[in-house]
Every structure is written in C-alpha cells, then in structure tokens.
C-alpha cells in the first residue's frame, strides 16, 4: 500500500508536534522539580551556582562524600 505525499507530510507533521510537546513536557517537568526541591529546602542549588566563579583545585567541596557518611 502506497501512501501519497499528502499523507506522509499530514503523519510527518502530526510526528514532530507530538515530539515537540514530549519534550517540552519532559523539561517542564525537570524544571519545576527543580523548582519544587529548592523551594522545600531538599537541596540547595544556589550553592553550585558559586561553582562558576570560584572552581579552583583549592576550593572546598561542596558536598561530603556519600561512602565516608556511612561509617
């Protein structure tokens, strides 16, 4: 069965607004998680933001590693 031009530009277009709507529903959703874990104070994201300025190899961490709390 042969489909026409029509209909594989009328699917194709249908195809790429589906994609288009996953994918902003996927980083909407990132966002506001984001959003949701800075606001209830589970993570602190404002602190990585220091990371752009201050970088260096002599800088203290920002987390303790996960393994040494375990002790």
Do not use: C, W
């Not at 996953?22 to 209830?40: D, G, H, L, M, N």
Request: charge should be negative.
């Amino acid at each position: 069965m042969a489909l026409d031009q029509e209909t594989l530009m009328t699917i194709s277009g249908y195809g790429k607004f589906f994609i288009t709507l996953f994918i902003f529903i996927v980083f909407y959703s990132y966002a506001y998680s984001i959003y949701k874990r800075q606001k209830t104070g589970e993570r602190d994201f404002e602190k990585y933001s220091s990371l752009v300025h201050d970088d260096s190899i002599e800088s203290k961490p920002l987390e303790s590693n996960r393994d040494s709390k375990k002790d």
